[in-house]
């Protein structure tokens, strides 16, 4: 290496940002979970407040699963049922499998999280639409129609 002291001070450089990345990332969580404590408060008074999602995603994915676990829970959910399903009762299912207190934002998230899941599934061909209710699909393992 022409400068050893130039990398070795852009790696130390590197390093002290790395490290105040997660220290940022980690005072984000917190902040966003204070505000999300002040919103409950706020709809214990006004169960109808209309509150602006504060969203940090990116960062702090509210209620993640390790990778593949939602796919394997959807895929289980129609190994179990009897009848076709749709992406509704499959967030309903997936809400109380992991024990969340959903709120309807919260939902509405699961809900996304869950009709991609299924959406992944259908890609590779294990199960497909075989009816409507409403507005929502009906889902089957394919062949058992």
Same mark, same amino acid.
């Given at each position: 290496?022409? $400068? *050893?002291?130039?990398? #070795? #001070?852009?790696?130390? @450089?590197?390093?002290?940002?790395? /490290? !105040?990345?997660?220290?940022?990332? =980690?005072?984000?969580?917190?902040?966003?979970?204070?505000?999300?404590?002040?919103?409950?408060?706020?709809?214990?008074?006004? *169960?109808?407040?209309?509150?602006?999602?504060? =969203?940090?995603?990116?960062?702090?994915? %509210?209620?993640?699963? *390790? /990778?593949?676990?939602? @796919?394997?829970?959807?895929?289980?959910?129609? +190994?179990?049922? /009897?009848?076709?399903?749709? #992406? $509704?009762?499959?967030?309903? &299912?997936?809400?109380?499998? +992991?024990?969340?207190?959903?709120? $309807?934002?919260?939902? @509405?998230?699961?809900?996304?999280?869950?009709?991609? &899941?299924?959406?992944?599934? %259908? +890609?590779?061909? !294990?199960?497909?639409?075989?009816?409507?209710?409403?507005?929502? %699909? !009906?889902? &089957?393992?394919?062949?058992?129609?």
């Amino acid at each position: 290496m022409d $400068r *050893p002291n130039t990398v #070795s #001070s852009l790696r130390a @450089k590197r390093e002290e940002m790395a /490290k !105040l990345h997660r220290h940022l990332i =980690s005072e984000a969580k917190t902040l966003l979970a204070d505000i999300e404590h002040v919103d409950a408060t706020i709809r214990l008074f006004d *169960p109808e407040a209309q509150l602006e999602r504060i =969203s940090i995603d990116r960062y702090a994915a %509210k209620h993640r699963a *390790p /990778k593949g676990e939602l @796919k394997r829970f959807v895929l289980g959910q129609f +190994r179990e049922a /009897k009848e076709p399903l749709t #992406s $509704r009762q499959i967030t309903e &299912a997936w809400v109380e499998h +992991r024990g969340i207190d959903a709120d $309807r934002p919260t939902m @509405k998230l699961i809900k996304t999280r869950v009709t991609a &899941a299924i959406q992944g599934v %259908k +890609r590779d061909g !294990l199960i497909e639409a075989v009816g409507q209710v409403e507005e929502l %699909k !009906l889902w &089957a393992l394919c062949g058992n129609n």
